[in-house]
C-alpha cells in the first residue's frame, strides 16, 4: 500500500488499516490489509517525528 497518510491496527483482528487520499486527493478511504507481511509508504510530513529516547521499544519474538 503506497501514499498513505495514516497507520492504525485494527484491535479485534490484528489487521493493519492504511488510510490515503484516492480520486485526486478529494477524499481519503481506509484499506484493510488482512495478510500479513505489509509493505506500506507514508506521505512525506504525515506523521509527527518522534526525538531520541522520547519513548521505549518493546522487542517480541514471534514464532516462525
Known amino acids: 500500500m503506497t501514499d498513505c497518510v ?3 491496527v485494527e484491535p479485534d483482528t490484528g489487521h493493519l488499516l492504511c488510510t490515503k487520499p484516492v480520486y485526486g486527493t478529494k477524499i ?3 484499506f484493510k490489509l488482512m495478510k ?3 509493505i506500506t509508504t507514508l506521505r512525506p510530513k504525515a506523521v509527527e517525528l518522534i526525538g531520541p529516547g522520547s519513548a521505549k521499544g518493546e522487542i517480541i ?3 516462525r
Do not use: D, E
Open 28 to 30: 481519503t478511504s481506509i
Open 61 to 63: 519474538v514471534s514464532g
Open 36 to 38: 500479513k507481511r505489509y
Open 6 to 8: 495514516q497507520l492504525a
